[in-house]
């Protein structure tokens, strides 16, 4: 049998796993290698609990906690993974540090690579997402894109080899946990009425005082209380910053939630305020208007159909007026099985 060595270590990669296991359980031996980039409970177990997740089959329990050193770890210890377990392919996800050591690491042991969320792209050279896309893109031989724009994107750097349209693994995993997402999620703050949902995480945001502090008092004018969930990041770039006493009164910050919490938090919300790729698509496929507090989207797909609107560091509620984002037909075409579209080209490789 085929044997898959699939790199997961983030957030969003425990998400995309899920309908990924599934349908590669049906056709291949899948090895699981966990690499420790997210240590939190609710970042990372919790999330191999309500997804129903296998254990992870290595988890390779790194010390480091900067970028750099962090990502040579992950590079040595899935080199070391490989070499035992001899995969016919590694298949890495999305556009973390996660994803670009197991890429790296399979190049450098002449493993064949399968990106997932592959040609997507942002037009700052410099982030670190930016970065991680590029060079994963750059060595990888097989690109599952989540949609039209980043086919595109590919066939301008020249790649138009192994690339497919196969959709948003996100909406398989969204469908995935859709029974148990809750009518009220258990978390430490009273409720409102009507609120709306904010996240941040990147970099960009909240490791820049300037951008940080702009982000928090645009967060008054917002019409509406607004439920904060903090990224374990985030809330220490708050308190690094000292920014305690900038946070407004109107919005309630907390510790992280699990992913079907999340979600039905973005089911009950009016809008959201989010720089994360993953809980704009979220949001989008539960209906709910998204503001970016980003200069740009990587989701432009979403942008043109008006479904997503960028808004920078500083902005006012006051000038934006969320639409109710129905879907019509020029949604339908994101509406797939990405993970089976994948399972299926996989077969036909092999």
């Known amino acids: 049998m085929i044997k898959a060595a699939l790199v997961i270590g ?4 425990f998400i995309k796993a899920a309908p990924l296991i599934i349908e590669m359980g049906r056709f291949l031996e899948t090895v699981m290698i966990h690499t420790g980039q997210h240590y939190d409970f609710m970042m990372s177990e919790n999330f191999f609990e309500e997804l129903d997740l296998p254990a992870p089959d ?10 750099g050193k962090l990502t040579g770890e992950m590079i040595a210890g899935l080199e070391c993974v490989y070499d035992f377990e001899k995969p016919d392919f590694v298949m890495v996800a999305g556009d973390t540090n996660s994803t670009l050591a197991g890429a790296v690491s399979a190049a450098q042991r002449g493993l064949r690579i399968f990106h997932v969320e592959a040609g997507v792209r942002s037009k700052d050279q410099k982030l670190p997402e930016q970065i991680n896309r590029v060079v994963t893109d750059s060595i990888s031989d097989c690109f599952f894109c989540p949609a039209p724009s980043a086919v595109e994107n590919l066939k301008t750097e020249g ?3 192994n690339v497919y349209d ?5 909406y398989d995993s969204l469908r995935l946990i859709e029974k148990q997402i809750p009518d009220k999620p258990p978390i430490p703050v009273e ?11 990147r970099a960009e945001a909240v490791d820049n005082i300037e951008h940080l502090k702009s982000i928090l008092s645009s967060m008054k004018s917002s019409p509406l209380p607004i439920i904060f969930p903090a990224h374990p ?24 939630v699990g992913y079907a919490d999340l979600l039905s938090l973005l089911r009950l919300s009016e809008f959201v305020v989010t720089d994360s790729g993953g809980v704009q698509r979220e949001a989008v496929y539960l209906n709910k208007p998204v503001f970016v507090p980003r200069p740009e989207t990587e989701w432009v797909d979403f942008e043109k159909l008006k479904r997503v609107r960028v808004i920078g560091y500083d902005f006012d509620f006051a000038d934006l007026e969320p639409e109710t984002a129905d879907f019509g037909e ?6 797939r099985p990405s993970a089976k579209k994948m399972i299926e080209i996989l077969k036909s490789l092999f």
């Open 58 to 67: 290595y988890h390779l329990n790194l010390e480091s906690r900067t970028p």
């Open 233 to 256: 990041r985030t809330a220490k770039m708050i308190d690094y910053f000292n920014l305690g006493e900038e946070i407004p009164g109107n919005v309630l910050m907390f510790d992280p």
């Open 159 to 161: 790649k138009v080899k």
């Open 191 to 201: 409720l409102p009425g009507s609120f709306a949902l904010m996240t941040l995480h």
């Open 10 to 13: 983030a957030r969003p990669q």
């Open 166 to 170: 196969t959709g948003d693994i996100i």
């Open 330 to 335: 020029e949604l339908s075409y994101l509406l």
